[in-house]
T-cell receptor
Framework: AQSVTQLDSQVPVFEEAPVELRCNYS??????LFWYVQYPNQGLQLLLK??????LVKGINGFEAEFNKSQTSFHLRKPSVHISDTAEYFC????????????FGKGTKLSVIP | GAGVSQSPRYKVTKRGQDVALRCDPI?????LYWYRQALGQGPEFLTY????????KSGLPNDRFSAERPEGSISTLTIQRTEQRDSAMYRC?????????????FGPGTRLTVT
């Protein structure tokens, strides 16, 4: 079985400051990792994904994440946030091996303060 | 192009009534998924279709829940004899292929409230 832990339910940060949203996963097999963003009244949108290869993954809107196998982490970072980044962010894992379902964390609400 | 659409966007129903939630995936996407998201939680997997075949329904909570995709495109999630605990956001997603790594594109969801 796999699980995803997002350690922070809410993260307030000032505009133009850096931010890190933490994600840890547990899985007994190799995984694919994803970060999704949910803006108010909209569906989930993929920010970035790790499938294989380079452990540093760059996504849309200036976000990036680093896969750390030894720490089973996939933290999301942005060096300078904007007001428009205010949203809820979800980390998800797919164990592959024929399993198509995504297992999501509980989400982190990012609030950017002007 | 058009994304995944879901209807209705909001549904209020009385306990004991049946509801049908519709998902129209992105054209050409062969895989379709249903998830349920309770308040303050992440989405939880319900079921998965590859074309018209329901490949995995392990996440359906009980036999009041069923889903179909008869022509391999539009899908309907049906909840019979609704209960208050069924209140949640129901999300549909589709993907291009059957590989595990294909990105899942999500619709806006249907907010179901059972009174």
């Amino acid at each position: 079985a796999q699980s995803v832990t997002q350690l922070d339910s809410q993260v307030p940060v000032f505009e133009e400051a850096p931010v890190e949203l933490r994600c840890n996963y547990s899985s007994s097999v190799s995984v694919y990792l994803f970060w999704y963003v949910q803006y108010p009244n909209q569906g989930l949108q993929l920010l970035l994904k790790y499938l294989s290869g380079s452990t540093l993954v760059k996504g849309i809107n200036g976000f990036e994440a680093e896969f750390n196998k030894s720490q089973t982490s996939f933290h999301l970072r942005k060096p300078s946030v904007h007001i428009s980044d205010t949203a809820e962010y979800f980390c998800a894992v797919n164990s592959g091996a024929g399993s198509y379902q995504l297992t999501f964390g509980k989400g982190t609400k990012l609030s950017v303060i002007p | 192009g058009a994304g995944v659409s879901q209807s209705p966007r909001y549904k209020v129903t009385k306990r004991g009534q049946d509801v049908a939630l519709r998902c129209d995936p992105i054209s050409g996407h062969v895989s379709l998924y249903w998830y349920r998201q309770a308040l303050g939680q992440g989405p939880e997997f319900l079921t998965y279709f590859n074309y018209e075949a329901q490949q995995d329904k392990s996440g359906l909570p009980n036999d009041r829940f069923s889903a179909e995709r008869p022509e391999g495109s539009i899908s309907t999630l049906t909840i019979q004899r609704t209960e208050q605990r069924d209140s949640a956001m129901y999300r549909c997603a589709s993907s291009f292929g059957t590989s595990d790594s294909y990105e899942q594109y999500f619709g806006p969801g249907t907010r179901l409230t059972v009174t």
